[in-house]
C-alpha cells in the first residue's frame, strides 16, 4: 500500500498569507494518479486538483498543485476566509487507493 | 451531477446493512464509482470501487470479504452491502464519481453506527 504523509499537520495563517501543504508518498505516484481535496466541517470533501497540477472545474486560480514522484505541494498563493479547511492528497493506484491524514489550516 | 446516499443507521456488531447511492446527471454507466468513509473526527479512507459495468471491484483490506460493491445500472444506484459489522467500520459514507482519477462529485454522506 501506498502510505501519503501530509506536513504539517496543522497549518496557523492569517487570511492573505501564502499558505504550502505538502504530501510525500511511501512510493512514487505517477502525475496522473495524484489529487487534492478540501473538507469542510459537516461538508463532503470538494476536488480541487487533479493529476498533481490541474485545477478542477470552479476552482480559483490562487490554488496550485505541484510536485512529482514522492513529493507533491498544494499551494495556497493568497489565504482567503473560506479556505481554512482540512487539505487531503489522495493517490489512485492499480489496486487501491490512499488518502493522507490531511493537513487543517486555520487562522492563527 | 448528483448523488444521494440512504440506507445508514445503527446497527449491532456482526449485523448487516446495505448502502444506496441514487445517482443523476450524468451517464452513470460510464464512470467507475467509489465508496469512502469517514470515522468521527477522523480522515478520509476509501473502502471500495467499482467499473462501469460492475465487472471489477476492488475492497480496502480492512473491508476485504465482508463488504460487496455493486450497482444497477438501470436503476443508477451504487450498493455496498456491509456483513459482518464491527464497531470500527462506525463512519459517514460516501459515494464518489470517479473521472480523471480523481473523485469529482460526492454525495452527502449517510451514518453507520456500529454498537450495541
Known amino acids: 500500500e501506498n502510505v501519503l504523509t501530509q506536513s504539517p499537520g496543522t497549518l496557523s495563517s492569517s487570511p492573505g498569507e501564502r499558505a504550502t501543504l505538502s504530501c510525500r508518498a511511501s512510493?512514487?505516484?505517477?502525475?496522473?494518479?495524484l489529487a487534492w481535496y478540501q473538507q469542510k466541517p459537516g461538508q463532503a470533501p470538494r476536488l480541487l486538483i487533479y493529476?498533481?497540477?490541474t485545477r478542477a472545474t470552479g476552482i480559483p486560480d490562487r490554488f496550485s498543485g505541484s510536485g512529482s514522484g514522492t513529493d507533491f505541494t498544494l499551494t495556497i498563493s493568497r489565504l482567503e476566509p473560506e479556505d481554512f479547511a482540512v487539505y487531503y492528497c489522495q493517490q489512485y493506484g492499480s489496486s487501491s487507493i490512499t488518502f493522507g491524514p490531511g493537513t487543517k489550516v486555520d487562522i492563527k | 451531477v448528483q448523488l444521494v446516499e440512504s440506507g445508514g443507521g445503527i446497527v449491532q456488531p456482526g449485523k448487516s446493512l446495505r448502502l444506496s447511492c441514487a445517482a443523476s446527471?450524468?451517464?452513470?454507466?460510464?464512470?467507475?464509482m467509489h465508496w469512502v468513509r469517514q470515522a468521527p473526527g477522523k480522515g478520509l479512507v476509501w473502502v471500495s470501487r467499482?467499473?462501469?459495468?460492475?465487472?471489477?471491484?476492488t475492497y480496502a483490506d480492512s473491508v476485504q470479504g465482508r463488504f460487496t460493491i455493486s450497482r444497477d445500472n438501470a436503476k443508477n444506484t451504487l450498493y455496498l452491502q456491509m456483513n459482518s459489522l464491527r464497531a470500527e467500520d462506525t463512519a459517514v459514507y460516501y459515494c464518489a464519481r470517479i473521472h480523471m482519477l480523481a473523485a469529482w462529485d460526492w454525495g452527502q454522506g449517510t451514518l453507520v453506527t456500529v454498537s450495541s
Open positions: 446527471g450524468f451517464t452513470f454507466t460510464n464512470y467507475w
Open positions: 493529476g498533481a497540477s
Open positions: 512510493q512514487s505516484v505517477s502525475s496522473n494518479y
Open positions: 467499482i467499473n462501469g459495468d460492475g465487472s471489477s471491484t
